[in-house]
């Protein structure tokens, strides 16, 4: 079997379509087709079920799909670990964080990094969904969920707190909520409901059960402009809305927080880069959330 098929069926998996993973590998739907054809007969099994509309996974095909991601992910781990040097100072370091952590507190503290270490290059990823640890694609990646699996080490690096926020307009004009029961009678700015999982959505939930929000939004960094703008309330991070004048309600009800955690790939660790770049980043993290927090 060729190992490299393995990129091709999971390209066919996650897209359902010769032609969009065609694109993404940037080959031809012919040679996609050909590729699937050469696994199908290495394995002696039918991977898909070619559809009018696209293709569609067999019970076999979907029982191949986490082997083929983990074999994928170690491929990439092993030419990564080939092709670069580990006794030097340069080349690329891959971060992954969370939205707003990654904008807001990672990026000047990298700035800063490069600074020091002109020929490290970093690579930043940030999202609002959590990581796909089964990638391993990245060498130091941060979540506010502690993961249960993947080739990472883990280290708690501190606490990020979130609190009820809006603008100085939106209070001067509307007040603030004595009681939770009070945000129904207020704007509020939640999640779309794709995204309605999210702890700061559940939060809210919690604390007022029926909430339905004004303004639904995708991003936090899309929440943090609307509540500047007046638009209403959002659950923020503390370490957001404070540097940007927001001003907190309901300070009484039961706070949310969630861990940060740091977690840096079994392979990439012993490159001196990566070792660098994950010191700094938790001497660096620890100093800019303790000087964010809310009560400071």
Not at 175 to 183: C, F, M, Y
Not at 191 to 215: K, R, Y
Request: glycine share 8%; proline share 5%; aromatic share 6%.
């Amino acid at each position: 079997m060729d190992w490299n098929d393995l990129k091709f069926f999971l390209a066919v998996a996650h897209a359902k379509s010769l032609s969009a993973a065609a694109i993404q590998l940037g080959v031809s739907p012919s040679t996609v087709s050909r590729r699937i054809e050469a696994l199908e007969q290495a394995l002696q099994v039918k991977l898909f079920h070619a559809r009018r509309d696209g293709y569609d996974l067999t019970e076999a095909g979907h029982g191949l799909v986490p082997a083929a991601e983990r074999a994928g992910a170690q491929m990439r781990v092993f030419e990564r670990s080939a092709q670069e040097k580990d006794s030097d100072l340069a080349g690329p370091v891959r971060i992954e964080a969370p939205e707003l952590l990654g904008q807001d507190l990672l990026l000047p503290v990298m700035v800063r990094f490069m600074d020091m270490y002109p020929s490290i290059r970093i690579e930043l990823r940030s999202s609002v969904r959590p990581v796909r640890l089964a990638a391993e694609e990245a060498d130091i990646v941060l979540r506010l969920v502690r993961p249960d699996h993947g080739s990472y080490r883990m280290k708690k690096i501190g606490e990020i707190g979130f609190g009820l926020y809006a603008s100085d307009e939106y209070i001067r004009r509307n007040g603030i909520p004595a009681r939770s029961e009070d945000l129904h009678r207020h704007r509020i700015i939640g999640w779309t409901e794709d995204l309605h999982f999210l702890t700061m959505a559940t939060w809210l939930e919690s604390v007022c059960p029926g909430i339905q929000p004004s303004l639904r939004l995708s991003s936090l960094g899309a929440q943090l402009s609307a509540a500047r703008s007046g638009a209403g309330w959002a659950v923020l991070p503390d370490f957001a809305a404070v540097p940007a004048g927001l001003l907190p309600g309901l300070v009484e009800l039961p706070g949310l927080a969630s861990d940060l955690w740091l977690l840096t790939h079994e392979q990439s660790q012993s490159l001196p880069r990566v070792k660098l770049a994950r010191d700094y980043l938790v001497e660096a993290l620890r100093g800019e959330l303790i000087g964010h927090a809310r009560d400071s």
